[in-house]
């Protein structure tokens, strides 16, 4: 499916009595930052993610509830499409 793809993974099936929210919020903790979409549809090493999102510290970091949080504002169409491909072919699968 790819992380992301909640009511697919939903309408399948394969999770009974999993709700979206649940599955966005576990999926949030299990990579360590609260946004999922430079990861979205992807097939990843979640493992890998967390190992590296763990790793960061700094100024530029925050961090709420242990999860890495964006202070920034949204990135550009390009920007995203570069960070995505980066990290498809850092953590893909």
Known sequence: FGIGRWVQIVDSGVLPGKQIQQLNGQTQRLLGQQSLAEYTGMHVDVD????????????????????????????????????RAENKAKYGL
């Open 48 to 83: 890998r993610i967390r190992e590296d999102n763990n790793e960061k510290t700094g100024p530029d970091i925050y961090r709420k509830n242990g999860l890495i949080t964006n202070t920034g504002g949204k990135l550009k169409k390009e920007a995203m499409q570069a960070l």
